[in-house]
């Protein structure tokens, strides 16, 4: 005989439940799939339908999102590389500026010398250097190649002292180059700044900070020390002066005509450069300018250095190259 077993109606009722639980799907579970398919970067919602209506949508659908993060940061992404990508083509740029520059004055020293070792007439080649530059300026504006710039009485009054200054410096040093070695000039002129500051302070009545007069010590001794021991300096009255003059020929028309080409083309490139950057960028581009020139003119014409030489320009450069960073 079995015996009966009287079941309570808690019984029945946890039973139940756990039925009905165990009818209703687990959310998590069927939409695991769904939720892996998407990218684990930040999710935002896409409207589903339309925006004015109140209807409630099936847990279905509200569930049915889409995964337009992935879109959304790549984009992000591509905004960001945008920046980074026109930064690095702004220096090449530079990068390109500065190379064409420094090559372009190289060519320049070197034709000029060979013009005024053959042609000793530092006055007249100067003068046909700029001359050239002007007319290949009219030119590219007559023919439209560059845009001529719009000027007035006010530009022309600011500008002739400058263009006078700059006459004047181009021509002394022609005349310079025509007496000494290309990299003795070149050392001589990175003493510069002493006297912009000399200048400054005792016509301008402007002053500087003491780091920038500190910076013309290592200058002024590092020439003074490059000028005691030179050794390449051409005198007027040497015999072989004479046969220079006499070696005029073809060759020397093609240098006068290379070496205004390269002057006037190297000018254009740094004031192109300059444009680009800060002062105290092509106040160094500069100095590193003129150390080009004056290793590669004493390569090309074997120009005898001694030791002492090479301490004294390095020393001037150094101390441009301070003058520059004291300056700002």
């Not at 970067?41 to 337009?68: G, I, M, N, V």
């Not at 200054?165 to 022609?174: L, Q």
């Not at 220079?244 to 073809?250: F, K, N």
Request: net charge positive.
């Amino acid at each position: 005989m079995i015996p009966a077993v009287k079941l309570s109606p808690a019984a029945f009722s946890v039973t139940n439940q756990r039925s009905k639980s165990a009818l209703v799907p687990s959310v998590s579970i069927l939409n695991m799939k769904q939720i892996a398919s998407c990218s684990l970067r930040p999710l935002y919602l896409t409207r589903l339908d339309d925006p004015h209506t109140s209807e409630l949508k099936p847990r279905r659908q509200l569930l049915d999102f889409r995964c337009a993060a992935s879109a959304a940061d790549d984009k992000e992404s591509k905004a960001e590389v945008v920046p980074a990508s026109s930064e690095a083509a702004q220096k090449l740029k530079i990068s390109i500026y500065f190379a064409t520059w420094w090559a372009l004055n190289v060519i320049f020293n070197i034709y000029n010398k060979k013009v005024l070792n053959a042609f000793p007439y530092p006055w007249l080649t100067s003068t046909l250097s700029l001359a050239c530059g002007s007319a290949m300026m009219l030119f590219s504006w007559v023919t439209c190649l560059v845009e001529a710039p719009k000027t007035d009485l006010d530009f022309w009054k600011a500008l002739f002292p400058v263009a006078v200054a700059h006459t004047i410096g181009h021509v002394a040093a022609t005349v310079s180059m025509s007496k000494v070695a290309v990299s003795f000039t070149h050392i001589i002129k990175s003493a510069e700044p002493a006297f912009s500051v000399l200048v400054s302070r005792f016509i301008l009545g402007e002053s500087f900070p003491m780091p920038v007069y500190l910076s013309l010590l290592p200058i002024i001794g590092g020439c003074g020390l490059a000028a005691a021991t030179e050794l390449n300096f051409n005198q007027m009255w040497a015999a072989g002066w004479q046969k220079a003059l006499a070696d005029v020929g073809p060759n020397v028309l093609w240098w006068i005509g290379a070496q205004s080409v390269f002057y006037h083309l190297y000018n254009q490139v740094s004031y192109m450069s300059l444009d680009q950057i800060s002062p105290l960028t092509f106040s160094i581009g500069n100095t590193m300018k003129r150390i080009s020139v004056i290793v590669s003119s004493i390569i090309i014409f074997r120009t005898p250095v001694r030791p002492v030489n090479a301490l004294g320009a390095a020393i001037a450069i150094f101390g441009t190259f301070l003058y520059s960073q004291a300056k700002q």
